[in-house]
């Protein structure tokens, strides 16, 4: 085993993580926030927290520590909805959903046929999610099974947990995109075989939308669903107004977009749904009944006018709701920036997101909306230790208006809306340090 894995270290810093969800008012019990803490790490996993005049005399002699003073150690951020294969497609202007998936995603996902390139832009895909302090995500692949091994290979180099799953579409998509119901519920499969539950790793069915999958193809999909109760489901609804009236001309017999998937038994729990933004009360009902997730994606939604999302009314109903970036039609990697874009959303529809919720969504919640949260998303004992470290001071403007931040939350939120990658000092693996920002970090073993 890796020697730094086995071994005991102590990272001090301030610490914050969270124990639930803090609702709209931002209940202070819901989080811990230690000023001065101190995190115990062995084996990868979170053995111990508290304040550090408490928790460092009690620690074995000799047990190396990292001093993060001035910065704040929180779980590392969770993205609930990104496609790897679009990483060279992010900031294609000009058009709405349809035609931008036909005029730039297509043609971008037709090269992942190539494993050498999807091998490469995996590498790239997965060092920027780590420079800004994304542990985990759900992913989309292309079509091509071979976009999934590539992208489980390069993560598994890494020790990440990540969950992916290569795309079902066969029709209404260029031909060089297109599976079949056979062929595409066969790969998928053998993809769960070789994948799922090695080491950190989960798989996701990936039916890229109701539009791009046939009948034949959906009941297919369902069918895998039951064969394997235990993988994800990811694909995308309701985004955009001309998508949501095309699958009514396709489905004339199902009573909304929604409706489409449940028919194929594909909501349930662990099965995530990109967009939401146009449901009906009566889907919002259903989406919590199943126990689907909805992931949010501010950015995605404002750059591609795709319109905007109802956070409080989504909460209100009961969905399980998640924060993600759907880059490459999101314009950034960075939870910082996606969750000020998510507070702008929310303005404009009268509702007012809490810092606390906010970094509440992007750690926890987001691992509750995976069903990930035995393993990840808080520090409690036996949590892996996927972390990040901020810097509350990542350029002149933050320190300076730092400088009249009298609470936690007012400092969570001058992040939420001025930090960006430069604000992520570190990111570390089950309690590995994977990147750093610069080396200035004081480590005295
Ligand atoms: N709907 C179907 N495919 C896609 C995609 O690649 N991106 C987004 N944003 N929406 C989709
Ligand atoms: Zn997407």
Redesign the pocket.
Known sequence: MNASLSSRHAFRGSVLHFLSDPGEGGAPHACEFFEDGLMLVENGLVVALGYYSELYPTLPAGTPLTDYNGKLIMPGFIDTHI?YP?TDVIASPGTQ?LDW?ERY?FPAERRFDDIGHATEVAEFFVDELLRNGTTTALV?GTVHRQSIDAFFTVAAQRNLRMVAGKVLMDRNCPEFLRDTPDSGFADSAALIERWHGQGRLGYAITP??AI?SSEAQLARAGELAQAYPNVHIHS?LA?NTA?VAWVAELFPDSRSYLDVYDHYGLLRERAVY??CVHLDEADRRRMADSGATAAFCPT?NLF?GSGLFDLAGSRDAGMRVGLAT?VG?GTSFNMLQTLGESYKVAQLRGYTLSPLLAFYMITLGNAIALGLDSHIGNFAAGKEADFVVLDPASTPLIARRMESAATLAERLFILMMLGDDRAIAATYIRGKSEYHRNQQVISNA
Request: hydrophobic share 35%; charged share 20%.
């Open positions: 496609h679009q959903l998936l995603t989309f890229r939308f791009t995308h985004e998508e990109a967009h995605s591609l759907d039609g």
